[in-house]
């Protein structure tokens, strides 16, 4: 089956003034064509950030990119 985006080992890291803070850390899904999916999880930020760095619209302050 074709895969309409592939994510792998995604890593999202937020700078703040004297730290960073690790958001998300070897997140890594598929999502089939012409399939329903839905992203769950317990209450957090961290879907909506996962979200945030597919469509690229991530705060000047993250850093999004792969684990090794």
Do not use: C, D, Y
Not at 17 to 44: C, R
Not at 45 to 59: A, D, G, T, Y
């Amino acid at each position: 089956m074709k895969e309409l985006l592939t994510i792998s080992n995604l890593e999202v890291v937020f700078r703040l003034h004297e730290a960073t803070v690790q958001a998300v850390k070897g997140v890594s899904f598929s999502i089939p064509e012409n399939k329903t999916v839905a992203l769950v999880g317990e209450p957090s930020l961290r879907k909506s950030v996962v979200s945030q760095s597919i469509m690229r619209i991530l705060p000047q302050t993250a850093t999004a990119g792969r684990l090794p």
